[in-house]
């Protein structure tokens, strides 16, 4: 169980707009852990023996959102290890999550009472920008959604349930956007200033 209640950040942003660059930064200058919601779902499903495998596999190349149970397993079973080897690390970036209405509501459910989530943190840049990253990414990531097939549905998926979730985050005042169609360093400038506002 967890003994000091997590604090959180969820990053969000469309397919390819810097969410991983930009956590991997936070994590070198401020005492958070990262946590990629799509990199904890393709450790499970590279793990031998796991239910999971082929489903996750499934909705990873056709760009639509797995079953919230499984998600959030990964994520709270991830928490879980980061404070109980150190129980002063419980500041968490959540990468990618919540991504629809169904993880919304399975967060609250099972993780409203476990940990508080202080803003989210999005990343907004065009379509454009976006698939350009992943396709130029695409030539060495060896990932199975970094072609043109599946990045059109992993943006349709964006669009339609994902920018939904950032809005309803937005009436409560609760999302900080940066313009991450800039280059690594100048998005970064503003991360920093908004962390350092926030802590
Ligand atoms: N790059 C980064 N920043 C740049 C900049 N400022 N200027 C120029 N280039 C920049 O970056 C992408 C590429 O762009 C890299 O080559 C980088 O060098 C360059 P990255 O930091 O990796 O962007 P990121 O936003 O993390 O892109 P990613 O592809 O990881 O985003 P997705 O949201 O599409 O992928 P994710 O891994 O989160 O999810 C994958 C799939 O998993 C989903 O489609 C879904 O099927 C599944 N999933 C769920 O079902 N549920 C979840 O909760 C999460 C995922
Ligand atoms: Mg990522």
């Known amino acids: 169980s967890l003994t000091m209640k997590p604090k959180v950040i969820f990053v969000l942003g469309g397919p390819g707009a810097g969410k991983g660059t930009q956590c991997s930064k936070i ?8 946590l990629s919601a799509g990199d ?13 495998g082929q489903l996750i596999d499934n909705y990873i190349k056709e760009g639509k959102i797995v079953p919230v149970e499984i998600t959030i397993r990964l994520l709270r079973k991830a928490m879980e290890e980061t404070m109980k080897a150190d129980e002063t690390k419980s500041y968490f970036l959540i990468d990618g999550f ?19 989530v202080k803003f989210v943190l999005f990343f907004d840049c065009s379509n454009e920008v976006c698939i350009n990253r992943c396709l130029e990414r ?4 060896g990932r199975t959604d970094d ?5 059109e549905k992993r943006l349709q998926t ?3 349930s994902t920018r939904p979730i950032i809005k309803k985050y937005e009436q409560d005042n609760k999302v900080r956007t940066v313009d991450a169609s800039r280059s690594v360093d100048e998005v970064f400038a503003d991360v920093r200033a ?3 506002r926030e802590a």
């Open 194 to 196: 908004i962390l350092d």
């Open 27 to 34: 994590v070198e200058a401020y005492n958070y852990t990262h």
């Open 138 to 141: 695409g030539k060495s990531s």
């Open 98 to 116: 919540p991504r629809n209405e169904d993880n919304l509501q399975g967060w609250k459910r099972d993780m409203d009472d476990k940990a508080d």
């Open 158 to 160: 964006y669009l339609e």
């Open 147 to 151: 072609n043109r097939e599946s990045l």
């Open 40 to 52: 904890l779902l393709r450790a499970e499903r590279g793990r031998e023996g796991s239910a999971d």
